[in-house]
């Protein structure tokens, strides 16, 4: 009888270790899950006003005016206009619904500086997002072009050029002012043009004149414009030093261009100061000139080898029947190609260089002679390669 009382005093005892055991247990597990629990509820809760604030915020300013109105708005933006100006014409044209939200989201994100001018197709079915984007994108049609104008680029180049990008309507219109210059002759070199013999048998009154650069022209520009902004550029080229240098040489603005213009043609940077010496050492000599390129302007066509009929062509530019520069410029020269024209190689000059003759056309390379029995030599070595030039090009 002992042993079993002591065996249910054991029961009781263990049972009561068990459930405190328990209690405590789950005491402790709760302890740890309830603030878990806590957590989740506040986030399942802030989740929800988050979710009905943006709800709330993006049916009152970020999505479409009209989600079915797909009417197509034109909108232009000018070239330089801030995102502040887009913003309000975009709320002032109904497409979107706040143009602080526009401008701040645009900001935001660093769309602010990439809105690119053009005209666009818009409409009240675009949210806020989609506007952006297309505004940035560019899928505007441009209201601005770049234009390069390459030395050594005759104003038909230039033409032709232009109307490939779509920026001259007509060619014929554009090269018909560069001849007369009508509108633009208020410019003081081109006045002083004017007065001289023969203007009028001039192929292009502007010739020589337009500065070779990179411009960025409006679309919409008109002849006058676009050749206004080369001149500009061209007087501001041509310094107050360069003036008095010119002075110097007894020399005109328009004989420098046109000395500058046919250096551009004949050789490639390096060798711009050394041509201009035999050009200048030729013009002090009373010798002709003797250029091929100013046979190419006549003629519209580059060959290394010249036709006897080339050398007799009747034209105040062919310098090999007329002494002297050329009846004006051969195309537009950069600014190294009129510092060579002011400032020749003093050695050179020095030396009395006289000729000077491709040796590689296509490096440009080239052989200078002081003599005609050199130049004469050299002529009978290169004159293969010009001639295999020619061939190769089907002249």
């Not at 041509?238 to 004949?266: G, H, N, P």
Request: with cysteine.
């Amino acid at each position: 009888m002992a042993g079993k009382k002591r065996s249910r005093e054991y029961d009781h005892e263990s049972l009561r270790d068990e459930r405190e055991y328990g209690f405590y247990w789950y005491s402790g597990v709760w302890h740890i899950l309830r603030p878990v629990l806590i957590g989740l509820a506040a986030l399942v809760l802030v989740f929800g006003l988050l979710s009905t604030g943006y709800g709330v915020i993006h049916d009152r300013f970020l999505s479409a005016v009209d989600p079915q109105d797909t009417t197509e708005v034109p909108i232009s933006i000018a070239s330089g206009s801030s995102l502040t100006k887009v913003a309000g014409l975009l709320e002032q044209q109904g497409l979107i619904k706040n143009r602080s939200v526009f401008k701040y989201y645009c900001d935001f994100v660093g769309l602010g500086q990439k809105i690119q001018a053009g005209d666009y197709q818009l409409s009240k079915s675009m949210d806020m997002f989609a506007i952006a984007d297309k505004l940035t994108t560019g899928d505007g049609k441009p209201m601005t072009a770049k234009m390069v104008l390459i030395p050594g680029w005759t104003v038909e180049d230039l033409a032709a050029k232009l109307k490939d990008q779509g920026v001259l309507a007509d060619e014929n219109a554009f090269l018909q002012q560069c001849k007369t210059g009508e509108g633009l002759t208020d410019y003081y070199f081109l006045q002083d043009v004017l007065k001289t013999d023969r203007v009028a048998q001039r192929k292009y009154l502007l010739e020589g004149y337009l500065s070779p650069n990179t411009y960025e022209i409006y679309t919409s520009a008109s002849s006058t414009d676009i050749l206004k902004k080369l001149l500009d550029q061209t007087d501001k080229v041509f310094t107050y030093e360069w003036q008095e240098r010119t002075a110097e040489l007894k020399m005109t603005m328009d004989q420098v261009l046109s000395l500058a213009s046919l250096i551009e043609k004949e050789a490639k940077a390096p060798d711009f100061a050394k041509v201009s010496a035999v050009f200048h050492n030729r013009l002090d000599s009373k010798m002709k000139l003797g250029s091929d390129v100013t046979i190419h302007y006549i003629t519209g066509e580059r060959r290394m080898s010249l036709r006897n009929s080339d050398l007799v062509i009747d034209s105040p530019y062919n310098t090999y029947l007329y002494a002297g520069l050329p009846l004006g410029p051969i195309c537009n020269p950069s600014p190294e190609a009129i510092q060579a024209a002011l400032y020749p190689d003093e050695v050179f000059v020095a030396e009395r260089y006289l000729y000077f003759c491709s040796k590689d056309p296509d490096t440009g390379e080239l052989h200078f002679s002081k003599t005609q029995e050199e130049h004469d030599r050299a002529v009978k070595i290169y004159a293969p390669l010009w001639q295999a030039y020619d061939q190769e090009r089907g002249i």
